[in-house]
């Protein structure tokens, strides 16, 4: 699963408030809730989820990259949220620097399979140094997005 496949313009924050690590993901889900993307009723077992599993070993995984993930027994398909923080996030990264791209999703329990794929594939495309690059040179949601969609002419484009 292809993260342009799960967010859509409103689910990208172009530029995020939140300064740590456990305010990010607040700011997140916060954000998922005031869209209608995530139940209201679900925001305390997701935060939750997601407290339990950043407890293990955060989920910044270097290169000014999170993937803050949880599961949920109540949702039916998978919810994604991309935040992009040009000043930086202090988030506990594995690499000790500043996280300035957060892509935070949740899987339905039910569908395990879906959370190695998911991770996988924004993994893979966040190692990417240019995809960082230009996501962090762009302004609005929409041109955020076109970077994200491998669809996009301009995704596949060097150097825009």
Do not use: C
């Not at 027994?73 to 991309?82: E, I, Y």
């Not at 399979?113 to 929409?142: C, D, P, W, Y």
Request: zero cysteines; aromatic letters at 4%; proline letters at 4%.
């Amino acid at each position: 699963m292809k993260l342009s496949q799960l967010v859509s313009v409103e689910q990208i924050l172009p530029e995020m408030r939140a300064g740590d690590h456990w305010s990010a993901i607040l700011e997140l889900v916060e954000h998922l809730i005031t869209i209608g993307k995530l139940p209201a009723a679900l925001r305390d077992e997701v935060l939750t989820s997601l407290k339990v599993r950043e407890e293990l070993v955060s989920t910044g995984i270097g290169g000014g990259v999170a993937i803050p993930h949880a599961f949920s027994d109540d949702l039916d398909q998978v919810v994604a949220v991309f935040g992009r923080s040009q000043a930086g996030i202090d988030f506990e990264a594995l690499d000790g620097a500043p996280v300035h791209h957060v892509i935070l999703f949740i899987v339905p329990r039910r569908d395990y399979h879906l959370h190695l794929q998911t991770l996988a594939a924004i993994a893979k495309m966040f190692t990417n140094s240019e995809i960082r690059r230009r996501i962090s040179e762009v302004g609005s949601s929409e041109e955020i997005l076109a970077i994200l969609d491998p669809k996009s002419s301009r995704a596949g484009a060097p150097g825009n």
